[in-house]
């Protein structure tokens, strides 16, 4: 292997430190920065995904409210549930764990949810604030947390080619979006490919920066990237061995990518860890923002 590799454990600890180190501060004024996240029935990977967040936030001193509803829960008992994480006090940070139920309507949820409390940024108020240069509201997790391994490992966007692979509104989309902005770790021109593009290949291949999050188990080819290339891989995709185990792989076939990529992200190890540690972030600027800090 010839490439770098970036440790996404080592820039989402140096996050959490920071964001803990606040935590502490704020605790002398009486002020605790607190998440509610919500989980509508018993999906175990969502089971998985909660508990995560909840260990993070016990962790780094943030107040975790934890409401679990029933598999059968009905719109009005969620909506009624949100009404009153928005009127708590206690409470900066909202999340409903997707994917919810089919008898739920995500949307409608997520729009409910006050926007000053929307920490996963799914909300149209804070995704057109990105869109539009205005850093006032949250940048959604798994994109700022890219964002941030390129800031760390001194990525320059500007001077070359970014590529996205997958056009997702919680991945693709808004990274898109936040990459082109004017402005400090920006100013990237942006290619993305998605499910509906001929010879993707193509486009990797002139990729200085390439972002892959398709959800396709080793989708990109090694030989596709460009030598010296920066990999930032966001897929987490579980695959079945011969010999009957399973194992994590990323939607880059690490191997080979690894030998022509100057720097690239392991999975797991590269921008899993950064995602919650942005939430996390998110929470306590909502609390700042929410105590007049900011
Ligand atoms: P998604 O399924 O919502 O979107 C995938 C995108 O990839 C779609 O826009 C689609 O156009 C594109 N795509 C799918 N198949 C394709 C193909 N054959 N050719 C070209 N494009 C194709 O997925 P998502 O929610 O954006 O997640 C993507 C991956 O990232 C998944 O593996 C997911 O598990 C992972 N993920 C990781 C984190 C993290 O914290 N590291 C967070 C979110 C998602």
Known sequence: MSAKLIDGKAVAAEVNAETAAKIKELASSGIVPGLAVVLVGDNPASQVYVGMKEKKCNELG???????LPQDASMDELMTLIDELNADKRIHGILVQSPPPPQIDERKVIESISPEKDVDCFSYTNVG?????DLSGFLPCTPYGVQVLLEKYQVDLASGHTVIAGRSNIVGKPLAAMLMQKGKNAN????????ATRNIEKYVADADVLIAAVGVPEFIK???IKPGATVIDVGINRINLPDGKRKLVGDVEFEVAAERAGLITPVPGGVGPMTIAMLMRNTLKSCMKHNHLL
Do not use: M, N, P
């Open 62 to 68: 943030i107040f975790s409210r934890k409401c679990v």
């Open 188 to 195: 990237a021109t942006v290619t993305v490919v998605h499910s």
């Open 129 to 133: 604030r990105i869109l539009t240069g």
């Open 222 to 224: 090694g030989e596709w």
